[in-house]
């Protein structure tokens, strides 16, 4: 199944990035002029951060399920649950644990100069969504790993949660202009592009909001749902204060940047 799932992952993940690649060049939100600039660091931290992950456990959360499931361990397997049960409540499961992860990563000091990375970014688009610090996955991986073991997550569970993951984090930062009839009613269900960009404001109620990747659900729940930016989508001013200048977009600097001073 490990074989398949690098199949299946990198295929989907081309997909999707073609796909949200062409739909900004015909429906562009808002203008953008340093895609140039960002798009090999994004893309760069992505490599270095597969990397570490293939030193650090090559067979991902995926492997940990299998592993999990070769031993029956887990809430699911101890309580019999089927797999046609135990799947869509992994996959929701899993999807509320990234969500308290996103918020204790504003929350926390240490934890946010790492994904003070990924809210650096000066612009939006499919990329942004690729753009965390390797340090960050490693740890985001560590989580996942423990609640899949916990909950004893189907293995096919696990892969279609990476998947959708992975799709959406492109999909909901890509610099897409949808039109209202269509964003209002999916919002009710996916995290849209109008959505999660009120979360890459400036202002810091605005960043402290909206922190769903997948399912919308949760912001609505637990109170942090924001539906515009004060200043509208035209108007707001994305990232993070002192992280904005062409230079601050290298690579190097993006790998180093959160052994650097608060904001």
């Known amino acids: 199944m490990l074989a398949q799932e690098s199949v299946i992952r990198l295929a989907v993940f081309a997909a999707v ?9 015909a429906f562009p939100r808002r203008p953008q002029r340093l895609a140039w600039r960002r798009w090999p660091s994004n893309l760069g931290l992505v490599a270095v951060a597969t990397i570490l992950v293939r030193l650090a456990a090559p067979a991902g959360a995926v ?4 592993w999990a499931q070769a031993q029956g361990l887990g ?19 899993l999807d509320l644990l990234v969500y308290l992860q996103h918020r204790a990563f504003h929350a926390v000091p240490a934890l946010w100069r790492l994904h003070r990375v990924h809210h650096a970014d000066p612009e939006l688009d499919a990329s942004s969504g690729l753009r ?16 899949v073991v ?35 009613p999916l919002r009710w269900l996916l995290v849209t592009p109008d959505m999660h960009r009120v979360h890459h404001s400036e202002i810091r109620h605005e960043m402290d909001s909206d922190f769903g990747f997948c399912l919308s659900w949760w912001d609505r729940l637990f109170g942090t749902y924001v539906a515009a ?33 608060e904001t």
């Open 63 to 66: 492997g940990v399920a299998l």
């Open 17 to 25: 990035l073609v796909a949200m690649v062409a739909l900004e060049q």
């Open 132 to 147: 965390f610090h390797p340090v960050e996955i490693l740890l985001s991986l560590g989580i996942k790993a423990v609640a």
């Open 75 to 93: 809430l699911f397997p101890a309580l019999g649950v089927p797999f046609v049960v135990a799947t869509p409540v992994a996959v929701v499961a």
């Open 229 to 261: 930016p004060l200043r509208g989508q035209l108007g707001m001013v994305i990232g993070v204060e002192g992280y904005r200048a062409d230079a601050e977009q290298r690579i190097d600097r993006l790998l180093v940047q959160p052994l650097r001073g």
């Open 150 to 184: 916990a909950l004893g997550a189907p293995p096919e569970a696990v892969l279609l949660f990476e998947v959708l993951l992975n799709a959406t984090s492109m999909f909901n930062h890509a610099n897409l202009g949808m039109p209202g009839w269509l964003d209002r």
